[in-house]
């Protein structure tokens, strides 16, 4: 079955530090790959997402590189700001085998941003 | 109104208590899903509905009920539920649940329920 592995948190870093959180997938066939945010009190959002080998999604500073040599979609930011303290989740679209796509989730990666 | 909107953001309830949430998109999709999120698990499919059918039901309890009268409405009849039912209840709305691995699910901001 499909499954997604995403390092443990929390982390915590500084204003301006360089972020990434790992993020490692097991799949059948070719799934999609999205990185969700949720911040406290609400629900997920759509932060980027790959639907190809070697496709970039970006947005917000934020990018993932779709890597199927390695299968991995980790995501980085350059420098993170106090507004980027949220829990992130990485994400597989795969077929569920009995007529629909079903989403696959890490346990999420809390990130904490001090000023 | 915009994105999906989910009623009540807060519930408690006692164990014998009969509740129900409800979800509405205004996204124009076909699909309509339900998570449950608990602390330190992995976001947990419940239930899919595409065009008003349910298509995936993954082994919930049947003190979970869906009920989806039309592409637009979502609800998650609550019964006789237990303290660990305790969680944050997730619904969420794609174009169609069997398009493509590329469809992007959009959330709703979820129901906070507490079981005592």
């Known amino acids: 079955g499909n499954s997604v592995t995403q390092m443990e948190g929390p982390v915590t870093l500084s204003e301006e530090a360089f972020l990434t959180i790992n993020c490692t997938y097991t799949a059948t066939g070719y799934p999609s790959l999205f990185w969700y945010v949720q911040y406290p009190g609400e629900g997920l959002q759509l932060l980027l997402k790959a639907t190809k080998a070697d496709d970039k999604g970006s947005n917000k500073g934020f990018e993932a590189t779709y890597r199927k040599e390695t299968t991995s979609f980790h995501l980085e930011k350059g420098s993170v700001q106090v507004s980027d303290s949220a829990v992130y989740f990485c994400a597989l679209s795969g077929y569920s085998g009995a007529g629909s796509y079903q989403l696959t989730f890490g346990k999420g990666t809390k990130l904490s941003v001090i000023p | 109104e915009t994105g999906v909107t989910q009623t009540p953001r807060h519930l408690v309830m006692g164990m014998t208590n009969k509740k129900s949430l409800k979800c509405e998109q205004h996204?124009?999709?076909?699909?309509m899903y339900w998570y449950k999120q608990s602390a330190k698990k992995p976001l947990e499919l419940m239930f899919v509905?595409?065009?008003?059918?349910?298509?995936e039901n993954n082994s919930v309890p049947s003190r979970f009920s869906p009920e989806c009268p039309n592409s637009s409405h979502l609800f998650l009849h609550l019964h006789t539920l237990q303290p660990e039912d305790s969680a944050l209840y997730l619904c969420a709305s794609s174009p169609v649940s069997s398009g493509a691995s590329t469809d992007t699910q959009y959330f709703g901001p979820g129901t906070r329920l507490t079981v005592l």
């Open positions: 996204l124009g999709h076909n699909a």
């Open positions: 509905y595409n065009f008003k059918e349910q298509t």
